[in-house]
């Protein structure tokens, strides 16, 4: 965005949250991860644990549950960013982006990295 600045180019960043959308469908994705985690030596499977596979499955499906199947908030934005005279540099799209990204974005890398 700010390297645009110079060549006249104003750019609104959409900071969406999570959406109900194939890319976040948990059944490919935990596919893909189980067949990824069969592939790998015994070793880098023993240094990480039998358990680590649904470890990483049960984020993704609860990611997928908690997302919302309307995609108005994000399409909203993108018509505001695009025919607002005025429009803001950022915008966060969904309950998820405004209670968690959007702070999360304002805190120091430390502290975001931890949490």
Do not use: N
């Amino acid at each position: 965005r700010r390297e645009m600045r110079p060549f006249g180019v104003q750019v609104s960043i959409i900071e969406p949250g999570g959406f109900r959308t194939s890319m976040i469908d948990p059944e490919p994705l935990v596919k893909s991860l189980r067949c990824l985690w069969e592939r790998l030596p015994a070793e880098t499977q023993a240094a990480y644990g039998p358990q680590y596979p649904e470890r990483c499955a049960k984020p993704i499906v609860l990611a997928h549950r908690l997302s919302s199947s309307r995609l108005c908030p994000v399409t909203d934005a993108m018509t505001h960013a695009l025919l607002s005279r005025c429009p803001r540099s950022r915008y966060a799209a969904g309950w998820d982006a405004r209670l968690v990204f959007l702070p999360l974005s304002y805190c120091p890398a430390w502290l975001s990295d931890t949490i």
